[in-house]
């Protein structure tokens, strides 16, 4: 299941959109203008966004411009979706960083079709990035091993906070709530509840000093690693 938002402000094309990608599974969201997009993208992470040229307030481009330039949604895949008449604007898009587009009226089996080639790319780049050693001062966190270790010492952690770190490490800047953190490092050697969660974070935070401060609570969200003080 991915997330997809959706940024568009055609309601029948919001509908036809939001039937047919839940029908394939995904997780949708609609938001009929661009700032209203950007806002709930900086509110809650995204796998893909559908996005609308000739839009309310931001216009698509603009969305797209202002995207590609924030670390934190420079990697989210964009669909653009146009009239057939802004075709010009769909080469600046591509110039500006949109993935793919779709040109309105689309057949909505091309439209699943393209989204799901570029949710399947972005997530070799997710497996890829996965693999690799984060090193942050004397920290390396090695998801090969499923280790973490500080200096020369092994820090003991239960396979919970070891997914717990490396994920977080894996997305610095983003804040995630913990159902979302619970998605992602739940099937492990426990049952994860939203309740434990909290008490896997301490107990990481415990274990990797000095480096718990990588782990900032989010009031009112969650938690963000923040590594840019190290
Ligand atoms: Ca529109």
Redesign the pocket.
Same mark, same amino acid.
């Given at each position: 299941m991915s997330r997809i938002l959706v940024i &568009? %402000? &055609?309601p029948d094309?919001q509908t036809l959109m939001q039937f047919n990608l839940q029908r394939e599974g995904h997780q949708v969201t609609i938001m009929g203008s661009g700032d209203d997009g950007l806002h709930e993208l900086r509110r809650q992470p995204y796998d893909l966004v559908l996005l %609308? *040229?000739? *839009?309310p307030d931001k216009d698509?481009i603009e969305v797209c411009r202002i995207m590609r330039a924030d670390a934190n949604l420079v990697s989210i895949p964009i669909i653009m979706?146009t009239?057939k008449s802004e075709e010009s604007d769909v080469v600046l898009g591509l110039g500006l960083g949109a993935d793919d587009y779709v040109i309105k009226p689309f057949r909505v089996k091309e439209l699943l079709a393209r989204v799901k080639v570029r949710l399947a790319r972005a997530q070799d780049v997710d497996a890829n990035a996965s693999k690799k050693r984060i090193h942050i001062g004397q920290l390396i966190i090695d998801p090969v091993r499923h280790a973490a270790v500080i200096g020369e010492e092994v820090v003991p952690l239960t396979l919970t906070e070891f997914k717990l770190l490396h994920f977080l490490a894996t997305h610095p800047g983003v804040a995630y709530g913990r159902y979302d953190l619970l998605d992602r490092v739940s099937g492990g050697d426990s049952v994860v509840t939203d309740r434990t969660l909290d008490v896997h974070v301490r107990n990481l935070r415990a274990k990797i000093k000095p480096y718990d401060q990588l782990i900032e609570t989010v009031r009112g969200v969650g938690y963000r690693f923040n590594d840019a003080t190290h």
């Amino acid at each position: 299941m991915s997330r997809i938002l959706v940024i &568009e %402000d &055609e309601p029948d094309i919001q509908t036809l959109m939001q039937f047919n990608l839940q029908r394939e599974g995904h997780q949708v969201t609609i938001m009929g203008s661009g700032d209203d997009g950007l806002h709930e993208l900086r509110r809650q992470p995204y796998d893909l966004v559908l996005l %609308d *040229l000739m *839009l309310p307030d931001k216009d698509g481009i603009e969305v797209c411009r202002i995207m590609r330039a924030d670390a934190n949604l420079v990697s989210i895949p964009i669909i653009m979706v146009t009239a057939k008449s802004e075709e010009s604007d769909v080469v600046l898009g591509l110039g500006l960083g949109a993935d793919d587009y779709v040109i309105k009226p689309f057949r909505v089996k091309e439209l699943l079709a393209r989204v799901k080639v570029r949710l399947a790319r972005a997530q070799d780049v997710d497996a890829n990035a996965s693999k690799k050693r984060i090193h942050i001062g004397q920290l390396i966190i090695d998801p090969v091993r499923h280790a973490a270790v500080i200096g020369e010492e092994v820090v003991p952690l239960t396979l919970t906070e070891f997914k717990l770190l490396h994920f977080l490490a894996t997305h610095p800047g983003v804040a995630y709530g913990r159902y979302d953190l619970l998605d992602r490092v739940s099937g492990g050697d426990s049952v994860v509840t939203d309740r434990t969660l909290d008490v896997h974070v301490r107990n990481l935070r415990a274990k990797i000093k000095p480096y718990d401060q990588l782990i900032e609570t989010v009031r009112g969200v969650g938690y963000r690693f923040n590594d840019a003080t190290h």
